[in-house]
C-alpha cells in the first residue's frame, strides 16, 4: 500500500530570466515501510520535490499540475493550517544545510524541548526526558542538551537536526542528505537508527542523497533523477549490479568504492541542461556517451524494461555492451559538451563594479618568483612541510560567566604531540570522527591557529617566528579550503570579487591578469564556461557550484601547500569525481602538497598518497594508503574501515566492535586513549603508553597489539575496562 503517490508533479520557479521547469511530470510511489533512494545531481530537482510534497517552496516556486497523495489524503487540496498538523508529527524532514537549522543564541536542548511541548503537547518534564531520549539515540551525550550550536561539531549538529526530525515519530522520514559531512562512525550509526526506526516503528523513509553508497546500504529501491524527471527506478539490488540508464552507469563509475578502489574515477563532463528551454529530445543527450542522432528528436519515457523496472532510455534494450564500455574514464571525456550562452566579458573591470571595493593592494606585495628554501633558511631536500611534536591547547569555561554559571575553567586537549612530514607534490589524508583534532591539525598547518607546544615547519622557517613579508609570502603559498562553502563566500560579493581579493591582496595590480587568472582558474575546477559565473553571487549557485568556487578561490594564487577540509563533502558523485580527479592532476602537474581532511577513508584511497588516523588529538596508524586500508593495525583504523559503506547492497557493513561516544578531550590518558572503545582493549593498556612501532614500509601503529610488542608477558587480554585511566 502507497503511503505516498505523486502523479505527473510539475513545480515551476519564476526567475528574471524566465520560467524554470524544476520538476517536470514526475511520478513516484512510496509503499509503507520502504526505504527509497532518491539520488542525481544538484539541480536535478530533488530537494524541489521535498519542498513540493511538504508545501513549504520559496515564494517564486509553484505547483502547476499533478497530485501528492498521502495516506489517500490530496495534500494539494489541504489549507496550511492542516498542512502544519501533517508537518513533523506524520511527515517530518532533515533539511539539506541541517548544519544551518539550528538557532544560534538558543541551547540546543530548548529548541527540541519547544518542538515537542509545541507540536507534541508534551509537559516540560516530559519533553525533557524525551529530549534526553532522542540525544541518546543518536549518540549524543544528554549533557550536550544545555550547549549552544557553535560549541557542536558539524556532525553533532547534524545529529541534533536528526533527533529533532525524529521527535515525534512520523509515520514518512524524508531525509535531505542526511549524513552528508558525518564521519563514518556516526553515519554507521544514524543508519543503524533508520533501520531500526524502520523495523521497530514501521517508518518509511524517502532519502535524498547523492552518495549513492549510503543508498546501497539502507535502501530497498531507488529512482534517479535527472533535469527535473525520473529516468530510472527499480529495486536496489538490479541497479546497483546491472543499471538501465547511461546516467545511472556514470553515477555509479564515478563514486570511490573502498572494496573495489579505481585508478580514475568517471567524471560525467558538463551540467544538466537549462530547464527554461528544456531540449526536445532526451536531456541527457548532450553528455551521454552513448548519444544517437534520434535522442536529439525524441523524448523518451519511462518504460519496463523487466520485472519492476522503468528506464527512460532509446537504448535501454543495449544496455549489456554499454555497461562495459561506460566503464572507461576515457569514453566520458570523449563528449562534446554544449556550452551555455557566453555573456560578453566586461569591459576593464573596474573598481566598482568587480569587488575591487574595500580591497587595498599592498604596496610591498608583488607577483615575483616565489622565493627559494634559501630564502626561507630552509632546507634542500623535497620536504616542504614538518610537523615536530606539535600541540594545541585550548581553555574553556571560567572568567565571571563562568562563576555565575558554576563552570569551571577547563583544558581542551586539542591536538597532542604529533609528528610528520609532508613532501613537495605528496598528498596526506587525515581521517578520524569528528573532534579528534584533525581541522584543528589544518588551520595549525596554515598558521590560522598558533601551536601551543612543538614546532611547524615550512620549507624549513618556523612558521611561529616569521616576519611580516615572510608572513605574506607564506599566505600566497599555503591556501585552506573551508568545510562549509556555505560560510566560506561574503553573501554581498560576486564570484568574481571573491576570487579576486586575494590576487589584490598579493599585488596583482593589472585587471586583466587579474581576469584572465579567474577565468582560467574557474575553467580548472569545471565551472565553464567561466565567463558566465563571473557576475553571480552565491545565492545563485547549487551547493555543488559553491565548492567549487572554494577550491577556485583556493588555488587562485597557485600555491604550493593545500588544507583541504572536507573538500568534496557536499558534492554530488559526478562533480565529485571530476574534483578528485583536477586535484590529483594538479597535484603532480603543479608539485602542490595537499592534506585532505575528511571522514570519508574511500575518497583518501583514492586522492592520497598516505593516510593518517588520528583519535583524540594524536596519530594512532600513518602509512601509505593501500597499506592503511588493506592492513589496518590500529582497532580504530579497522573501525573506520568496517564503517564505510560500500555502493553494493549484497555487501554489508560488518558490526562495529568497538564501544559508541567518543570522550571528550578534557582529560589527558596515562594509558592508551582509545583504551575506553576498543574491543581488545588489555590491562596494559589503561596504564601503559602504548609505543609507535614503524616497519620497513613507513607503516607506523601506535598499539600495544602492533608489531613485537604484542608479545609482551605484561599485555593481558579480557581486561575490565573502566574510566579510571585518565588523570
Not at 607577483?367 to 634559501?374: D, G, K, L, Q
Request: charge should be negative; hydrophobic fraction near 40%.
Amino acid at each position: 500500500m502507497s503511503i505516498l503517490s505523486i502523479r505527473d508533479l510539475k513545480v515551476d520557479y519564476a526567475t528574471q530570466e524566465g520560467t524554470v521547469q524544476a520538476v517536470d511530470g514526475v511520478s513516484l510511489d512510496v509503499d509503507e515501510g520502504q526505504q527509497l533512494g532518491l539520488i542525481g545531481e544538484s539541480g536535478c530537482g530533488k530537494t524541489t520535490l521535498l519542498k513540493a510534497i511538504v508545501q513549504v517552496l520559496p515564494r517564486n516556486g509553484r505547483i502547476t499540475a499533478g497530485k501528492i497523495m498521502f495516506n489517500g489524503i490530496d495534500m494539494l487540496q489541504l489549507s496550511k493550517t492542516e498542512m502544519r498538523q501533517l508537518r513533523w508529527r506524520e511527515i517530518a524532514t532533515i533539511p539539506q544545510a541541517s548544519m544551518d537549522s539550528l538557532n544560534p543564541v538558543q541551547r540546543v536542548g530548548s529548541q527540541l524541548m519547544k518542538l515537542l511541548r509545541v507540536r507534541g503537547g508534551y509537559d516540560k518534564r516530559a519533553a525533557r526526558r524525551r529530549a534526553a531520549d532522542l540525544f541518546d539515540l543518536v549518540g549524543l551525550d544528554t549533557e550536550r542538551l544545555m550547549h549552544y550550536p557553535h560549541e557542536f561539531s558539524g556532525g553533532m549538529k547534524q545529529r541534533a537536526v536528526i533527533a529533532m526530525a525524529l521527535a515525534l515519530e512520523p509515520s514518512l522520514l524524508i531525509a535531505d542528505e542526511p549524513v552528508t559531512a558525518l564521519d563514518v562512525i556516526v553515519q554507521h550509526q544514524i543508519l543503524e537508527v533508520l533501520r531500526e526506526l524502520e523495523q521497530e516503528l514501521n517508518l518509511t523513509v524517502m532519502l535524498i542523497t547523492h552518495d549513492i553508497s549510503v543508498v546501497a546500504q539502507v535502501c530497498d529501491s531507488v529512482a534517479v533523477m535527472y533535469a527535473g524527471r525520473i529516468v530510472e527506478q527499480a529495486a536496489a539490488e538490479p541497479f546497483f549490479h546491472a543499471p538501465a540508464h547511461p546516467y545511472s552507469l556514470g553515477l555509479q563509475q564515478a563514486f570511490p568504492n573502498l572494496a573495489r578502489p579505481r585508478d580514475e574515477l568517471v567524471s560525467i563532463e558538463g551540467y544538466p541542461p537549462d530547464l527554461r528551454e528544456p531540449p526536445s529530445g532526451c536531456r541527457f543527450a548532450e553528455r551521454c556517451p552513448f548519444v544517437q542522432d534520434s535522442c536529439h528528436d525524441i523524448d523518451p519515457r519511462l518504460e519496463l524494461v523487466g520485472d519492476n523496472r522503468l528506464a527512460a532510455c532509446l537504448r535501454s534494450g543495449e544496455m549489456e555492451t554499454l555497461r562495459s564500455q561506460a566503464e572507461d574514464p576515457a569514453l566520458w571525456q570523449q563528449v562534446e559538451v554544449a556550452q551555455e550562452p557566453i555573456l560578453p566579458p566586461p569591459k576593464s573591470p573596474s573598481i566598482t563594479t568587480r569587488g575591487d571595493l574595500g580591497a587595498p593592494p599592498l604596496a610591498t606585495a608583488s607577483v615575483e618568483t616565489p622565493p627559494s628554501p634559501s630564502q626561507w633558511g630552509g632546507v634542500d631536500d623535497d620536504i616542504l612541510l614538518e610537523m615536530r611534536d606539535v600541540s594545541k591547547r585550548f581553555k574553556i569555561g571560567g572568567g565571571l560567566a563562568g562563576l555565575l554559571r558554576g563552570d569551571h575553567e577547563q583544558t581542551v586537549y586539542a591536538v597532542n604531540n604529533i609528528s610528520f612530514t609532508l613532501r613537495r607534490g605528496e598528498s596526506l589524508g587525515l581521517a578520524g570522527e569528528s573532534g579528534c583534532g584533525k581541522s584543528t591539525t589544518g588551520k595549525l598547518l596554515v598558521k590560522l591557529l598558533d601551536a601551543s607546544d612543538g614546532e611547524i615547519l615550512f620549507d624549513g622557517a618556523d612558521l611561529a617566528h616569521l616576519e611580516q613579508d615572510d608572513l605574506l609570502n607564506f599566505r600566497r603559498r599555503s591556501q585552506l579550503m573551508f568545510q562549509n562553502p556555505f560560510e566560506a563566500l561574503n553573501p554581498r560579493f560576486t564570484l568574481y570579487r571573491s576570487l579576486t581579493e586575494p590576487l589584490i591582496i598579493h599585488g596583482w595590480k593589472d585587471e586583466q591578469q587579474r581576469l584572465g587568472r579567474v577565468i582560467e582558474t574557474l575553467d580548472r575546477v569545471n565551472l565553464r564556461p567561466a565567463e558566465v559565473f563571473l557576475d553571480k553571487y552565491p545565492h545563485q549557485l547549487s551547493g555543488g557550484q559553491l565548492q567549487r568556487v572554494v577550491l577556485a578561490r583556493a588555488l587562485v594564487l597557485h600555491p604550493d601547500f593545500l588544507v583541504a577540509d572536507e573538500p568534496v563533502s557536499m558534492l554530488d558523485v559526478s562533480v565529485r569525481a571530476g574534483i578528485l580527479n583536477t586535484t590529483r592532476r594538479l597535484a603532480r602537474e603543479l608539485g602542490l602538497a595537499t592534506v585532505y581532511i575528511s571522514h570519508d577513508l574511500s575518497l583518501l584511497q583514492y586522492t592520497c598518497d598516505r593516510i593518517a588516523i588520528m583519535y583524540l588529538g594524536e596519530i594512532v596508524e600513518i602509512g601509505p594508503s593501500s597499506g592503511v586500508i588493506n592492513n589496518p593495525q590500529h582497532p580504530y583504523t579497522q573501525a573506520l574501515i568496517a564503517a564505510v559503506p560500500v555502493p553494493d547492497p549484497t555487501i554489508e557493513n560488518p558490526p562495529l566492535r568497538i564501544q559508541e561516544g567518543i570522550p571528550r578531550p578534557t582529560e589527558q590518558f596515562i594509558g592508551c586513549p582509545f583504551a575506553q572503545r576498543c574491543p581488545d582493549v588489555m590491562e596494559a593498556c589503561l596504564d601503559i603508553r602504548p609505543p609507535a612501532i614503524t616497519d620497513e614500509y613507513s607503516h607506523m601503529a601506535q598499539c600495544h597489539l602492533y608489531g613485537d610488542h604484542r608479545d609482551s608477558p605484561k599485555l593481558k587480554r579480557g581486561a575490565e575496562v573502566t574510566s579510571g585511566n585518565t588523570r
